[in-house]
């Protein structure tokens, strides 16, 4: 699926995943290809992104997510 992790200033990640775990304001919650399409709001804390070149995480102080048809964007 493809992800997009966008702050103000730049790109942190665009790519290809397998599946993220995001800081959810109610938990931590992962996505892996054909999620139900969803709209969250994120806390501050990791994201963890898992591709065929292994794992990155990234910080972030919060934001939004949203999923869609195999599609995540994050802004942070």
Known sequence: M???ILTPDKVLFS???TSVKLPGSLGQ?????NHAPL???LNAGNIRVR?????QN???KG???EVTKNK?????
């Open 2 to 4: 493809q992800v997009d």
């Open 15 to 17: 790519g290809e995943a």
């Open 29 to 33: 919650f992962e996505v892996l290809n």
């Open 39 to 41: 709209v969250s709001s």
């Open 51 to 55: 591709s065929a070149e292994g794992d």
């Open 58 to 60: 990234f910080a972030i």
């Open 63 to 65: 934001g939004v997510v």
């Open 72 to 76: 995540i964007v994050v802004l942070a």
